[in-house]
């Protein structure tokens, strides 16, 4: 186990993270905040991510508010592909995971922790079977973007769309040929049919 010791760690990399992370630095430019990213996307945009899907934003790397570059330059250091896994909120060290699976600590004279929220996922029988995705991340979005275009995907259908439900139901992208796009979770499931001629279509509406 390795470890390390810096003025300023936060953990979370999404707006919060990094408004507070740039924040500091603008404060202190001698103090350049490291940022431990679970996964390899920090500052994009989630509520951008329905925009991808249906073919609004084509490229996936638009999403970002700021991309490495950017970020770097504002002064924050990035740790990508890095879980934190127990923090000492007396003492300020943070226990990470690092890419390659080795364990580390990290000490910090301020700890900020800016995680942000997880989806809400209520007590609905069949959550966790195969298909069945909520929308949340970047690794959320190509799960659910490789699910519909795969050639087995006969139907996707997106419970509680909310008040843009009519909007999205009306979205016809040509990325699924006339499907419209999803808003939210989506349960993508497979017909009875295996016939390769008839195209996957998605369904949006509440229940």
Not at 164 to 178: E, L, M
Request: net charge positive; proline share 8%; glycine share 8%.
């Amino acid at each position: 186990m390795t470890s390390e010791h810096l003025r300023l760690v936060i953990v979370g990399g999404s707006d919060a993270g990094v408004a507070a992370g740039m924040r500091a630095h603008q404060l202190d430019p001698t103090t350049r905040p490291l940022v431990v990213v679970a996964d390899g996307y920090p500052n994009f945009s989630i509520c951008g991510l329905p925009f991808y899907l249906s073919g609004e934003t084509p490229d996936w790397r638009d999403l970002a508010h700021r991309d490495h570059g950017d970020l770097e330059a504002a002064g924050l250091q990035l740790r990508l592909d890095t879980r934190a896994v127990a923090v000492d909120a007396a003492d300020h060290p943070v226990a990470v995971h690092a890419p390659a699976g080795a364990a580390q600590v990290i000490g910090s004279d301020r700890l900020i922790i800016g995680t942000g929220a997880v989806p809400a996922r209520p007590p609905i029988a069949g959550l966790d079977l195969p298909g069945v995705h909520v929308l949340h991340s970047m690794d959320h979005v190509f799960a659910v973007h490789d699910r519909l275009t795969a050639a087995s995907t006969r139907r996707a259908v997106s419970r509680k769309c909310g008040a843009n439900r009519s909007r999205w139901s009306a979205v016809r992208p040509a990325r699924y040929k006339g499907r419209p796009s999803p808003r939210a979770a989506l349960a993508v499931r497979r017909a009875s049919s295996s016939s390769p001629s008839e195209r996957p279509s998605l369904d949006c509406r509440s229940t």
